[in-house]
Structures are given as C-alpha cells and as structure tokens.
C-alpha cells in the first residue's frame, strides 16, 4: 500500500472523496495503439487501448478500480472478500488472483447465466486459487438482491470457513474510490496521445457492465485540459440487462460523491446504448464471425460477453467514418476459454 498522488490538484475543478491510498497491482500504463482488423469486407482502422492486458491472471479493467478498494480492506484487518457477478464474472476471477498476494482469501457467489464445466474459463482460476464458490440460480438473484446474498455468504464463511471479518465488495468494484482507476486511465490516455503527436480525439468507446469505466472516464474528461481529449465524445455499449437510464443515474450518483453534480449532467458528456442483443455471453452468428475475423486479422482476442457487444455495435453505427475513434478493450479473454468449440 502507497500514497495515492492525484494528478489533477491543480485543476480548476475539486474533487472530494479522493482515496488516500492504493495498492499497486497492475501493469500502468497500458499500451495504446493503432488497431485495424477486417470485417465483411471492410478494414476498420482505430486506436485500441489495452486494458487487456492490466495483469496476467488478474487481467481486465476490475484492476485497476481494485487498487483503490484494497487500501480499505487492508485497513479494515479484513481475511477474505466476497463478492458477486454471474458465472463467467470477470471481476470475481480477479479478486481469486490477486488476494493471495495479499494474504487473504476470497469466496464469491455466482449467478448461474451459463452452463459451464469447473474447468472451464474463469472457473479454472477460481479452483486453481482456492476460491470459495456459493452458485445461485438467476431467480435466486432476482428474489433477494445482491446485498442479502453477499451478506448471506459472509455469515456462511464465519461459520463454516472460520472467517473473521470478510470484506462485502459491491458487484463489479465500482465504489466511489473504485471510478479513481479510470479517472487515472484518462489521463494516461492524455500522456500517450501527446507522445503519438496524431490528431485529435473524437470518441472513446467502450463495453459497459456496472458503470465504474463510465463514471471514471467523465470524471477524467472534466478534469482534463488536454487538446487532444477536449472534445471527445465517450459511448458505453451495455452487454448487461440495465437500461441507459440505469447508468447515467450511476454516473450522477458519483458525480454528486466527488463534487461535481454542478459542473455537469451525465447526459451531456455520456450516451449509452443497449448492445447486449441475444443476451448476456449469449453470441449471433455474426458476433462469433466478428470474434474470428478481428483475432484472424490484428491478433486481438475480443471476449463474447462485453467487448464484442461493444465493437459489433460501435461498427454498425458507422460513427467512426473519417473520425479518431479510441476503442478501450476491458478484458475478459480467460472468459472465452472452452468455448472453443463455436469458433469450429
């Protein structure tokens, strides 16, 4: 654990709520460079920047938001965390990677939405880790709510495990001091831009699960003084069931919990759109020949829950025609592992 050293005190605009603290887990900063794959017959041509590849095992953009939740649970005297997402849940495989270098243990509840064998994708590394796992149907879900459940598995970790004081973690890490991880990934953006000498930037988009990313990244554009990210519009594309309305809510929510509900609206700095088509980790046809052809044809691995719902969606919109696109890739390969057998 170390001191966190805002890049933005100089800024005309304040921020409360600022962490103290972090623990350093990931590989800053992440790559960001130009991105082009073939498609249909067409050849797309982007900037990617690579939160893919944050980390090994604990890879993803929940790291980066974990960094500044730890602080908490390390003061805390906490023994294990807990958390909770559905079976391929990125975010619970990387709390299994990371809370053994920490000296803690950690149990998550997952929401069955696919069927998977325990040797498949993220579930390897939640055996491999020693996690602890409470499978729940999507009714179970529905009927009890997230904090009951979690609350339900801390007492049956005390009870059963011989824990003392486990740490709830709210699904996909996305607290007040979790949106300072894209906050800061804004600003890396900022260095590596000026360090390109390209053009200016006219959207960053990105897969939308929770609102963590989104929250971050307009926090980090109202603090931002950089030429290149002045005037750049950000879109998160849904692969979740949450409506628009659901996340631009969160997004005020932390506005208001860092100061900044009178400096803007989320609606004018962020658009959502729904992106989650059959449903959730559920692919088309055309999602899996998307998956084939960007990996086929640039060597990027797209997962099937988020970042394929993200550049499906972007492309088909046809906003990136003559424009400076920045596509965020969040992660999620290890999600993909054993589904082999649709790319066939």
Request: one cysteine or more; hydrophobic letters at 40%; glycine letters at 10%.
């Amino acid at each position: 654990m170390e001191p966190y050293k805002p890049w933005f005190l100089e800024s005309a605009v304040k921020l409360l709520n600022i962490p103290s603290h972090k623990v350093k887990l990931g590989n800053f900063p992440t790559p960001l460079h130009p991105w082009s794959f073939s498609f249909q017959g067409k050849t797309y041509n982007f900037l990617i920047k690579r939160d893919d590849l944050t980390d090994l095992a604990a890879s993803g953009n929940k790291i980066r938001k974990l960094e500044f939740i730890l602080p908490e649970v390390l003061r805390g005297q906490h023994d294990w965390i807990v958390s909770l997402g559905p079976t391929q849940s990125n975010c619970c495989r990387v709390v299994s990677a990371i809370a053994p270098r920490l000296g803690l243990r950690s149990a998550h509840v997952l929401v069955k939405n696919l069927e998977c064998q325990p040797s498949q994708g993220n579930l390897f590394f939640h055996s491999l880790f020693g996690s602890k796992l409470f499978f729940i149907s999507r009714d179970h879900y529905l009927q009890h709510g997230q904090q009951k459940l979690l609350e339900e598995a801390k007492e049956t970790l005390m009870k059963e495990e011989g824990a003392s004081n486990p740490y709830i973690l709210p699904m996909g890490g996305s607290t007040v001091h979790g949106i300072f991880g894209y906050i800061d990934c804004f600003h890396e953006l900022e260095g590596q831009l000026e360090e390109l000498k390209g053009a200016p930037v006219d959207e960053i988009f990105f897969a939308c699960g929770n609102g963590g990313i989104a929250a971050g990244l307009v926090i980090g554009k109202l603090l931002s003084n950089s030429s290149y990210l002045k005037d750049v519009k950000l879109t998160g594309y849904i692969a979740w069931d949450e409506k628009p309305a659901y996340f631009l809510n969160y997004v005020n929510e932390m506005l208001t919990l860092v100061g900044l509900r009178g400096e803007c609206k989320a609606e004018d700095v962020i658009r959502f759109e729904t992106a989650k088509n059959l449903g959730y980790g559920i692919n088309s046809g055309e999602e899996i020949e998307l998956i084939k052809c960007v990996a086929r044809s640039s060597g990027i691995i797209l997962d099937g829950s988020y970042t394929v719902k993200a550049v499906g969606s972007f492309i088909k919109e046809k906003r990136h025609e003559g424009k400076v696109c920045i596509f965020l890739h969040t992660g999620g390969m290890f999600s993909m592992m054993g589904s082999g057998h649709i790319f066939d």
